[in-house]
T-cell receptor, first 114, second 114 residues
Framework: EAQVTQNPRYLITVTGKKLTVTCSQN?????MSWYRQDPGLGLRQIYY???????DKGDVPEGYKVSRKEKRNFPLILESPSPNQTSLYFC?????????????FGPGTRLTVL | AQSVSQHNHHVILSEAASLELGCNYS??????LFWYVQYPGQHLQLLLK??????LVKGIKGFEAEFIKSKFSFNLRKPSVQWSDTAEYFC????????????FGAGTTVTVRA
């Protein structure tokens, strides 16, 4: 089954404790992206990657890191989480053909930073 | 920068009522347009999309949307809602540029009363 998976689905942590949220897709998509969803703000892009070893900042990259060592994986790293990073996080992947793309979203990771 | 505006933050309807959710975007070039739905506790699912051709597009679950280029709008409609349509709805716009960026509106929460 074609899908985007994220782990963990729920995480409660404390300020300053490094964490990683994993994202994996089995569709051989070149493009992957991370979003955070906050009430009244919709989804905002954190980082994206156009291919292996190619990453770039989205709209809200502060406090986050990413890596893309393999095509299928795109982990999100919070080196020193803070309470304002409490949010719902979505990973997405897509492929673009002739200017047309469709993003497929993972199930989400609900993060609480105390 | 691209902006996507959804006119209503929260809509409350009775079953069998008609639904229309507004979406406007600011980018003047060629765009791809999407509506996503997020049912309570679930991830985003694609309702419908517009790339080119007939500006009236039909999606899943009886939803349709109309692209009006002159108004920079992509409004979502459903003639008769059901209780199961209770969800949050997001409009999203892709500028067809090379950065694969998908910009989301803030979302509209739709509550359908039985």
């Amino acid at each position: 089954e074609a899908q985007v998976t994220q782990n963990p689905r729920y995480l409660i942590t404390v300020t300053g404790k490094k964490l990683t949220v994993t994202c994996s897709q089995n569709m051989n998509h070149e493009y992957m992206s991370w979003y955070r969803q906050d009430p009244g703000l919709g989804l905002r892009q954190i980082y994206y990657s156009m291919n292996v070893e190619v990453t770039d900042k989205g709209d809200v990259p502060e406090g986050y890191k990413v890596s893309r060592k393999e095509k299928r994986n795109f982990p999100l790293i919070l080196e020193s989480p803070s309470p304002n990073q409490t949010s719902l996080y979505f990973c997405a992947s897509s492929i673009r053909t002739l200017g047309i793309q469709e993003q497929f979203f993972g199930p989400g990771t609900r993060l609480t930073v105390l | 920068a691209q902006s996507v505006s959804q006119h209503n933050h929260h809509v409350i309807l009775s079953e069998a009522a008609s639904l229309e959710l507004g979406c406007n975007y600011s980018y003047g070039g060629t765009v791809n347009l999407f509506w996503y739905v997020q049912y309570p506790g679930q991830h985003l699912q694609l309702l419908l999309k517009y790339f080119s051709g007939d500006p009236l597009v039909k999606g899943i679950k009886g939803f349709e949307a109309e692209f009006i280029k002159s108004k920079f709008s992509f409004n979502l409609r459903k003639p008769s809602v059901q209780w199961s349509d209770t969800a949050e709805y997001f409009c999203a716009v892709d500028e067809r540029s090379n950065d694969y960026k998908l910009s989301f509106g803030a979302g509209t929460t739709v509550t359908v009363r039985a």
